[in-house]
T-cell receptor, first 116, second 114 residues
């Protein structure tokens, strides 16, 4: 079945540093999603991408939908302690094909720790 | 005012018991989901319901039985609990089934089977 890989698996950075993480797939997706999960909470959507090549920002977060439709990147600028959490990418085929449902596939996550 | 709520937050039980987890969403969404998150934080979909109809059943043992009495509720009943069922279970909802709709997750239920 479809699987997503995320790298790095975990990161320890100093407050103020920029962060980059990526997500790759062996098959294409038409929608890429980035979620953040804080300890003891459920995942929360950060950014949704719907078009190959699309670059979208949400505050200090920027995500890109890869041209091949098999990857996506998330960057966080000037990290702060509250950025701590697990960042999940997720892919879905369904955007262009509303005749059938395709489930959202989650990557294994990148764990981010920010040292003040 | 919680969008997606789950009860209980923590559930500790003995092997072989039967337990239920309840989920409610007040967002007016058509679709609800159950996910299992294992100790390595891997999130895997178990079930999806759309307007009370089962849409996705991801090769989950039939000891797990979801029930959707109405669009706003999706409960999960687990029979004959096993050690491997220990995990965090998340309920989620989205406006509908189609691509890219944001899924809103509940706070999770941490199930520990002893």
């Amino acid at each position: 079945g479809q699987q997503l890989n995320q790298s790095p698996q975990s990161m320890f950075i100093q407050e103020g540093e920029d962060v980059s993480m990526n997500c790759t797939s062996s098959s294409i997706f038409n929608t890429w999603l980035w979620y953040k999960q804080e300890p003891g909470e459920g995942p929360v959507l950060l950014i949704a991408l719907y078009k190959a090549g699309e670059l979208t920002s949400n505050g200090r977060l920027t995500a890109q939908f890869g041209i091949t439709r098999k990857d996506s990147f998330l960057n966080i600028s000037a990290s702060i302690p509250s950025d701590v959490g697990i960042y999940f990418c997720a892919g879905q085929l369904g955007q262009l094909m509303k005749t059938s449902y395709d489930k959202v596939i989650f990557g294994p996550g990148t764990s981010l720790s920010v040292i003040p | 005012d919680t969008a997606v709520s789950q009860t209980p937050k923590y559930l500790v039980t003995q092997m072989g018991n039967d337990k239920s987890i309840k989920c409610e969403q007040n967002l007016g969404h058509d679709t609800m989901y159950w996910y299992k998150q294992d100790s390595k934080k891997f999130l895997k979909i178990m079930f999806s319901y759309n307007n009370k109809e089962l849409i996705i059943n991801e090769t989950v043992p039939n000891r797990f039985s979801p029930k959707s009495p109405d669009k706003a509720h999706l409960n999960l009943h687990i029979n004959s609990l096993e050690l491997g069922d220990s995990a965090v279970y998340f309920c989620a909802s989205s406006q509908d089934l189609w691509g890219g709709d944001e899924q809103f997750f509940g706070p999770g239920t941490r199930l520990t089977v002893l």
